[in-house]
């Protein structure tokens, strides 16, 4: 009933913007009356364009940039992320994702990189990101950048399946103000404030502040209000500048503060074999700044120092986390011999943590100092002919968990014509243990002690520390190649086949369980993804990926229990976006997917044998821009379902179905 | 209600069938260089010499492939002290003829070096997008930063063969080539 009064009116109003037309209103400023300070403030190169040609690249990279993001409607960046192909992307709840890169996913996904603005956002204690916390002015991203496979030679250690840069504009490319606002069900309200400023002929600052607050979606199992909703504060700071004419520097900095209701239900008390249902409220603040300088004596000789600070806290029921991180990294790219292109760097990273335990999960010691060294140096090789680009890379790695890794690769690239290109690759990558898994101590459970002990004593199961974990490691395969007939028609595909070992699982004790390198196994997949725009007014993209884990419990481990996610991911992914552009300054958009069914990861899962069916959902909006810098947009995003699972987290909360969302938005640029 | 919804894309897709393209409203490269050369014109003053007469027009040249599309053109109905302003293209370096800036194109690239020689002795303003041009003698210098246009002095040469230019100027120089003294 609610849903089809919604429709209704999100029929009229397409018909009421359809119906409405208004003149152009071009501003005819004439340039030539310009003074000399104010031509010098024009943008003669529009921001967002895709800054390396992706043919010259050996790697399966995909990116997002500022159009694809906003013609998609999406308001965050996970839910951005979904138009990659290769990547698994599952809303557990209205606050968390599960995110990973060719295969593993789980809340903790943890051999996936990602970075904002070269700040590494992964958290340390349990290896994964927390995605509610990652707060982008949409925007304000230039690109997001996507590389599936290893690429742990640039960036190190967790690289291991994927990495996500998420790049935003340098703020001489945000001149300006922008104010947005949006409203529906599912989002209550996300309002954004930007301004952008020269200060002076060098000097460049913008400053943002932004709100977003999203209602609870429902649970699977009685349809009742998963008491999920939550909501975000942000605000924060890019200022870039000039020295001379070689010499460039930045210098960022954000705060946010989440609030986010949660149902617990699988809290544990010593006097009951069953969980207890608690309602949490999640408090996460933090902040970062990070300043960075470049030195270029030429397009092809130049160094960049780097250095951020970031400091975050959260506080759940069952855990309180505090983190201090100073992260310094220097790179310096050069072409000592012709031919070469090489690029090495040194980097440093000190992470302080402090723990408040509780009697779910609980970490000794409780505060901990780690730090991470590394370095690294890649060669390019234009071989014999320039269509044949050897990359011969490593990086050194030492850290406080598992001592020094060392992560090889060697890539190669043929691009026998301007339409071609052939890449492959062998490289070896590392996901060191987490803070959890070291040292952490996790109650999955009650059990009652059997005979002989007498009935009715109550102890905790529980998954223990073990400090002599090694890292997980890969040796991946991969292959790819590119067409692009001409800038209408781009193909991308790739093959790749990914050999685990050492991955990290629980094996039975006499007291209970304890993390383990227990697993081996090994995944191959295929991606592809094809660009076409037949015509000027319309623009699709199609992609489509497949993916086949096989993992195996490893020869040496004694146990009967081990939790093998082989069907974590879904096998099949489909993804069809197209941008139509309706004339009258109204474009529409549409965005199809098709995700194939995945179990229920771990144990909620052996309890209740939940599996999560295949499904299909439709995205679409329509676009008006009616004045120059005027935006309204009218968005529904799952609207194939009134709800749908996507994913069911491995503990704490029950499954969380994903409701259809509507909403308007308001974009003012000025 | 999925049916209804296609009903309705349907309908509009169909109903709106007139692609109307746009294009870009902001200004283009060009055009920005051509306002340059008319804010270039206003704040440089060339010696008497380099004009036939009192009345003669200030003539801006383009040497080689005119990449301006029209750009330029507009600037022929304003004046310059009490000068008008004439726009001439020029395809080859023998053809230059009178004329107080001359913008060398990127097809002239690989001869600027020649082309600086033979244009050394005479109070012409020369522009280039060249690296390097304002070093290698070029009096004026377009370079790009962080994708806006601005640009380099080399002030000596300008002075060497008497040309007088305004402090305003200079001052939004990103950079000035001059001798040190």
């Known amino acids: 009933m609610l849903s089809s009064v919604k429709t209704s009116k999100f029929i009229s109003v397409l018909l009421v913007l359809f119906c409405l037309s208004i003149s152009d209103s071009s501003a005819g400023q004439d340039v030539l009356d310009l003074d000399l300070s104010s031509l010098m403030q024009i943008q003669i190169t529009s921001a967002g364009r895709k800054a390396q040609n992706l043919a010259d690249v050996p790697a399966a990279v995909y990116v997002i940039d500022q159009a694809d993001i906003s013609n998609s409607g999406v308001t965050s960046i996970p839910e951005a992320l979904r138009m990659v192909p290769g990547l698994q992307v599952a809303r557990i709840s209205s606050s968390k994702w599960a995110i990973t890169s060719r295969g593993f996913n789980g809340t903790f996904a943890n051999k996936l990189l990602v970075q904002i603005d070269g700040r590494s956002v992964y958290t340390p204690s349990y290896s994964g990101v927390y995605w509610d916390v990652q707060n982008v002015v949409l925007e304000d991203v230039e690109r997001i950048e996507v590389i599936r496979g290893p ?68 649970f699977l199992e009685d349809k009742t209000d998963a008491y999920d909703d939550w909501d975000t504060t942000s605000g924060g700071f890019r200022l870039d500048g000039d020295v001379g004419l070689n010499d460039s520097w930045t210098f960022q900095g954000d705060y946010y503060r989440n609030n986010e209701n949660q149902r617990n239900d699988t809290y544990w008390v010593q006097t009951s074999l069953l969980p207890l249902e608690v309602e949490d409220s999640v408090d996460a603040e933090g902040f970062n700044l990070l300043a960075r300088w470049t030195h270029k004596y030429s397009d092809s000789n130049s160094w960049t120092l780097q250095s951020y600070y970031d400091d975050y806290q959260r506080e759940e029921i069952y855990i309180q986390q505090d983190h201090q991180i100073l992260d310094i990294d220097f790179q310096h790219r050069l072409q000592p011999i012709p031919r070469h292109d090489v690029i090495w760097g040194l980097g440093y990273r000190l992470i302080k943590d402090k723990f408040g335990n509780t009697s779910q999960i609980s970490f000794s010691p409780e505060k901990n100092t780690n730090k991470i060294v590394n370095a690294f140096v890649q060669d390019e090789i234009k071989l014999s002919t320039d269509q044949l680009l050897l990359t011969l890379g490593s990086k050194f790695e030492r850290n406080d968990y598992t001592g020094t890794e060392i992560q090889p690769s060697v890539r190669l690239l043929w691009k026998p014509t301007g339409k071609h290109s052939l890449w492959t690759a062998v490289s070896q990558a590392v996901r060191t243990p987490s803070r959890a898994e070291d040292t952490g101590l996790i109650t999955v459970g009650m059990i009652e002690l059997p005979p002989p002990y007498p009935p009715g004593i109550i102890v905790p199961a529980q998954v223990s520390r073990n400090n002599d974990l090694n890292a997980e490691k890969l040796l991946a395969y991969e292959a790819g190649y590119r067409f692009s007939a001409d800038k209408n028609f781009v193909v991308d595909m790739a093959l790749y086949y990914n050999s685990y070992e050492n991955l990290i699982t629980y094996q039975q004790t ?50 009967s229990f081990a939790v093998v996610a082989e069907k974590s991911n879904p096998e099949h992914q489909f993804s069809v976006r197209s941008n139509i552009d309706l004339g009258h300054d109204l474009h529409l958009n549409l965005w199809g997917r098709y995700v194939d069914n995945v179990d229920a990861a771990t144990s909620t899962a052996l309890i209740s044998n939940i599996e999560v069916d295949s499904y299909f959902e439709l995205d679409s909006n329509i676009i008006w821009k009616p004045l120059e810098g005027l935006e309204f947009m009218l968005a529904g995003q799952n609207l194939l379902n009134r709800q749908h699972l996507e994913f069911v987290q491995e503990q704490f909360t029950s499954p969380i179905e994903i409701g259809r969302s509507v909403y308007a938005k308001l974009t003012w640029k000025f | 209600m999925l049916r209804r919804f296609c009903h309705i894309v349907l309908l509009v897709s169909l109903l709106s069938w007139s692609p109307q393209l746009k294009a870009a409203q902001e200004p283009r490269e060009y055009q920005v260089k051509a306002a340059y050369l ?55 370096i023998e053809d230059v003829s009178a004329c107080q800036i001359l913008y060398l194109s990127s097809s ?25 041009f304002a070093k290698q003698g070029g009096i004026i210098q377009f370079t790009p930063v962080r994708g806006r246009l601005r640009f380099i002095i080399n002030l000596e040469k300008a002075k060497a063969v008497g040309m007088k230019i305004d402090s305003q100027l200079l001052s939004l120089a990103i950079e000035l080539l001059e001798t040190k003294k």
Request: charged residues 20%; without cysteine; neutral net charge.
């Open chain 2, 38 to 92: 008319y804010n270039f014109a206003k704040f440089i003053t060339w010696p008497e010499t380099a004009f036939s007469d009192k009345k003669a027009p200030l003539v801006i040249g383009v040497l080689g492939k005119n990449e301006f599309n029209g750009y330029l053109e507009p600037l022929t109905s304003k004046t310059v002290r009490n000068r008008p302003i004439v726009v001439k293209h020029f395809k080859s």
């Open chain 2, 108 to 132: 002239e690239n690989k001869q600027l070096k020649t082309h600086l020689k033979k244009l050394s002795v005479q109070a012409i303003v020369t522009l280039s997008d060249e690296r390097n």
């Open chain 1, 510 to 559: 006499a007291t209970g369980f304890q993390f383990y390198n227990g697993l081996e196994g090994d995944t191959y997949g295929f991606e592809i993804n094809a660009e076409w725009k037949p015509t000027e007014w319309l623009t699709s993209e199609l992609s489509y990926s497949y993916i086949h884990l096989n993992i195996d419990i490893a020869p040496t481990v004694d146990s």
């Open chain 1, 151 to 218: 690429g742990a030679t640039l960036w190190g250690a967790n690289a291991v399946n994927g990495i996500i840069n998420i790049i935003t504009k340098q703020s001489s490319d945000t001149p300006g103000g922008l104010v947005s606002v949006i409203s529906g069900n599912q989002e209550k309200l996300m309002a954004t404030a930007r301004y952008g400023t020269q200060f002076n002929g060098d000097t460049y600052g913008r400053f943002y502040i932004n709100r977003h607050d999203q209602d609870s979606y429902e």
